[in-house]
């Protein structure tokens, strides 16, 4: 009765949840450090508690079917033009609504490695034909990913997950020049980067970018994303997407968290002088830290460490074994200063045993 396909889908790896690690090892779910899923341990702005909690008072109505205000605001934080945006439940959706408006069975996909697990779900559900293209530390560039000519949709991450790199912007144009189909490009870690190829999409019409308010924004548990790209690809994306998709309360929401950047650009600022830490002390003891544009670090093992982490109450994202990658890896989100400071005593310990 199911698809054969759906049999061959490796379920998306979410990791580990406080919940789950207090369960495993007796520690009081309050103490459990969640540095695993790139959250940002930021509070919200007083405007989005105030517009969250306001929200209440329409919670009986729909939001707008189009979205309309919250696309008027990200079209003046992001440059664009309003027909030129979509909005989602979060990147994600965005990325299989890209799939299911373009991919027709056995279409070439193109996916670099070591990348997001997600593209790959999407493209397989679409029974696309899907080519993995190994590049070591995911420097890409359009000669690392050879022939695009017959390729219906090209994935592309900046800054990556899990490799915390950006890629060149000439080297995105130099890709969508050659690319037959569609490049999408995932910048859900844009904003700590401090840039973006959203430019890009007015000049050329084969290129969609995707960003999410959950990251920057520290909105992960709300669900809300946004795509960016020629209004024919965004017609398409608006007219198959599920009516209301996003809430009333998330729509609100995600307006104050637009209109409270400033607040946000402070914390990334936090954010980027933490990270720059965590990896200077993650290399005073001996391990390999690849450079990171984002609010996470990717650091090579000599073993498993982070079941040793989790009994300590630490969670990180284990991506030993990911497609790409070689050899033991764990990628630890940036948190707050103390968090960041339990973690590096965790991991000191750890890598001396
Ligand atoms: C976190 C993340 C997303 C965003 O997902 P949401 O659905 O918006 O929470 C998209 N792409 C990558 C690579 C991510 O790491």
New binding site residues.
Partial sequence: MIRNVIHLINPYDAGKFPVDVSRLYGIPESQVIQLGS?ENPYPPSEEVKKAFHDSISDINQYPHPEYQRLKEAIASYTGTDVERIAIGN????L?RTICDIVVEPLDRVVIPVPG?T?YAIFAMVRDARIDFIEVPGYAVTAESLGNLSDAKLVFL?SP??PTGNTIEKKEVEKIVEGCGGIVVL?E??AEFAGKSCIDLTGRYDNLVV?R????FFGL?GL???YAIGNPEIIAAMEKIRLPFGISSVAYRTAIAAVESVEYYEGVKEKIIMERERLAKELKKLGFFVYPSEANFVLVRAKKDVSEELEKSGIIVRNVTGLLGLEGFHIRITVGLPEENDRFLEAIATVSRC
Wanted: with cysteine; aromatic share 14%; net charge neutral.
């Fill in positions: 790139n979060g990147a994600s959706e990325l997001y997600l991450c990556n997950n995932d859900a870690y995707v999410s308010f959950s990251k992960a669900r809300v994303g």
